[in-house]
């Protein structure tokens, strides 16, 4: 997949179907809405092209609404490969685009930039200022301009509106299994591991502390995981603990620490990713090391008989 961060330098595509949106997440929704441009791109013999928006636009316009999101760019940008589109624009979502009229949007943004073969839009998408421009204004053009509009059905617009949020809502509530069925595949995130306190170690359950640097990304309800943990092309099972590490700490900062299983590489500065495939318990604090051991050693037969049969 061929990827253009901006538009000032973009070429003339052959054929182009487009789609457009943030697409958080790709979600179930978001691929079935990208199968369907690939469809019609191989049907015209095209160019399937996502135009998306970074920042998120919600951040921009609602500046004062807090919002966590589910991919990072490099996360969607892959996602969005892997679902088989040819080529994304990156848009930068900037205080003039967003004030863009609708005309201008269509006729010096879309028209003039892609010459679209076709669009594929759902049927309540609305652009520009004020979101004054529907798909009814999009097929006024499409005789001069020799395009079609491709409409997406209403149900599945009304999925995908809301998946994205209620995503969010099941990772918040640790629901990660539910979260699961709606990406289509476990919810993921990625960090540098960074030194810790080391205390793990003492009590034969050595930690990868995970440092996630993008503050943006939505990280699930504190507690207890069952995870697979993906390093330099393996994957490997572990239990994962977010939170304050109450029994051992008095820090109020919240850290992502995973046990990896049958792991005994030093990793320190290294990237890893961990998927979330199901909670295991909340976090609590122990009356004593020992305590903790013992839970640790029921947590760890719970996530292997778990992990193993996923």
Do not use: W
């Not at 269509?106 to 669009?119: C, G, H, T």
């Not at 629901?175 to 595949?185: F, H, I, P, R």
């Not at 591991?193 to 309800?221: C, S």
């Amino acid at each position: 997949m061929k990827i253009f961060h901006g538009i000032s330098d973009l070429p003339v595509f052959e054929h182009p179907v487009l789609t457009i949106g943030t697409f958080d997440g790709v979600h179930q929704g978001h691929k079935t809405i990208l199968q369907s441009v690939v469809n019609e791109a191989k049907a015209m013999y095209g160019t399937s092209i996502l135009i998306t928006f970074d920042p998120h636009p919600r951040k921009l316009i609602f500046p004062d609404e807090p919002l966590k999101l589910l991919s990072t760019l490099a996360e969607r940008l892959a996602l969005v490969e892997e679902a088989g589109i040819d080529v994304t624009v990156v848009v930068p979502f900037t205080q003039a685009f967003a004030a863009l009229s609708a005309r201008d949007y269509v006729e010096d943004f879309l028209l003039r930039l892609f010459q679209p073969a076709a669009i594929v839009i759902g049927y309540d998408h609305h652009f520009g200022h004020d979101r004054t421009g529907d798909i009814a204004m999009l097929r006024s053009y499409t005789d001069s301009h020799h395009f079609v509009v491709k409409e997406i059905p209403a149900q599945l617009i009304s999925e995908a509106a809301v998946s994205s949020t209620q995503v969010r809502k099941a990772l918040l509530e640790g629901n990660v299994a539910a979260a699961k069925n709606m990406l289509g595949e476990p919810y993921c995130i990625s960090g540098r591991v960074v030194e810790g306190a080391q205390r793990g170690l003492t009590i034969g359950y050595p930690t990868a502390n995970i440092n996630v640097p993008d503050l943006d990304k939505l990280v699930p309800k504190i507690g207890v995981y069952a995870v697979i943990v993906h390093y330099e092309g393996l994957q490997y099972f572990g239990m994962l603990n977010l939170g304050l590490n109450p029994t051992v700490s008095t820090t109020d900062a919240i850290k992502i620490e995973v046990n990896i299983f049958d792991f005994d590489q030093t990793i320190y500065n290294k990237q890893i990713t961990v998927c979330f495939i199901a909670r295991l318990r909340d976090e609590k604090k122990f009356e004593s090391l020992d305590a903790l051991k013992a839970q640790l050693a029921e947590d760890k037969k719970d996530a292997l008989r778990i992990l193993s049969g996923n």
